[in-house]
């Protein structure tokens, strides 16, 4: 099971307090130097799709929602619930001609609303 959620040195419960994000660097580090270990993909190509959409982890779920909702838009968007957009960084060099959008949260979950305000 995965959780979202994040604690300080200590153990406790935390969202945004230098300690805590001290820690996610850490753990993030350590599941970028695993990767390969961790990677599992699934397809679903649309050949006339204007609109390319990378989903994982807890916001995958929303991402859905979102993609249902939208239409007619031309850039790719990627939500992440993390600091900086780790995914999106990897990635980004894989679509010049295309806008790279990103949805980033710490400490809350990421809502379809916020997805699909990332495509007007």
């Known amino acids: 099971m995965a959780t979202g959620s994040a604690h300080n040195t200590e153990g406790y419960l935390k969202k945004n307090d230098i300690e805590t994000i001290r820690v996610l660097l850490h753990l993030e ?42 239409r007619g838009v031309r850039r790719v968007v990627v939500a992440e619930e993390n600091i900086t957009g780790q995914y999106r960084m990897l990635i980004r060099h894989l679509f010049d001609d ?6 980033n949260g710490i400490g809350k979950m990421i809502i379809p609303t916020e997805i699909l305000h990332a495509n007007l």
Not at 37 to 42: A, D, F, K, M, T
Not at 98 to 103: I, S, T
């Open 98 to 103: 295309r806008e790279v959008v990103g949805v």
């Open 29 to 70: 580090e350590k599941i970028r130097s695993r990767r390969r270990e961790l990677v599992v993909v699934q397809e679903d190509i649309q050949p006339d799709a204007e609109t390319l959409v990378i989903r994982f982890g807890v916001t995958a779920r929303a991402m859905g929602v979102a993609v249902r909702a939208a």
